[in-house]
């Protein structure tokens, strides 16, 4: 249920209703617009409290939410999450663009990768520290040795750094070394992991399962910010079809569709979705065409020596052409690079 306040509430008010829920045995989530507080009353049979809670003369109204997901929907907050990691933001009206190699590998190729991306203009650094592998053979990932070097090339390039925590005893330590925590394709219903992610202070960029409905994915998304962590960005990175010429399919309907149902921010990985080199980044520009936030894209000065997915990753000169392009694109939808 959300209860909307009445303008110019005082903070004694709030607190009192705030009170009031928690006697309920229910969680108050406060979200501050532009010019109304709103809180979201989250817990078992909330409606049931619906009149108490509507008798208070700080509430201006009380809506029940009908969706499975209530934090997370459009709804709870009509204006677009803007989310900052390390000073830069994600869903504002700048794309953002995230690039990096799948994987980190030798020390030089990462800050060869680095040093490109930032020079075309890239505003994160990817690379994955643990790697969820298909198959238990291939390489896993340089784990915490990877961190470390992660955070060397922030330490170069000034980059926010973003990689992937694919278990909960990881959070932690992965969080003490990068910016934003990703959750993979392969653990996006991986609901303690969600809820440990959801205690971090660091933001979260969730991945769609491959095989999971845009309702199923705002659900996981819910899990985090119900544990308290409100900035999560949500990614497409394509879904299973029938459709074999390319890796997955790009889900680009899922934009639209995110941007009426929930007001958080969503990010496109047109590298994963469609894994094969040359055609990522006519899907890059049609994510921005179409709205999206920002795109995740994998780059590698190397491909043939990368550890996982060399053949969808861009050379550094196809990055910088893209990004050209991006910027025209982003102009043309009202939005900058
Ligand atoms: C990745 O970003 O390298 C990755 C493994 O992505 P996904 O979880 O979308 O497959
Ligand atoms: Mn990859």
Redesign the pocket.
Known sequence: MILTLKSGVKKSDVDALTRKIRELGLTPHLSRGAVKVIIGVIGENEHKYKSVLESFDSVESATPILKPYKLVSREFRKENSVIDARGALIGGTRVAVMAGP?SVDTRDNLFTCARAVKKSGAHFLRG?AF??RTSPYSFQGHGLAALKILAEARKMTGLPVIT?VMDTRQVETVARYVDIL?V???NSQNFDLLKEVGQSKKPVLL?RGMANTIEEWLMSAEYVVSRGNKNVILCE?GIRTFENSTRFTLDLNAIPVLKHLTHLPVVV?PS?GVGVRDYIPAMALAAVAAGADGVIL?VHPKPTEALS?GPQALLPVMFDDLMQDLRRIAEAVGRSL
């Open positions: 799948c994955g790697k969820p992937e990703q993979g394709a392969r991945k990175r990985d994963h994998e997915d």
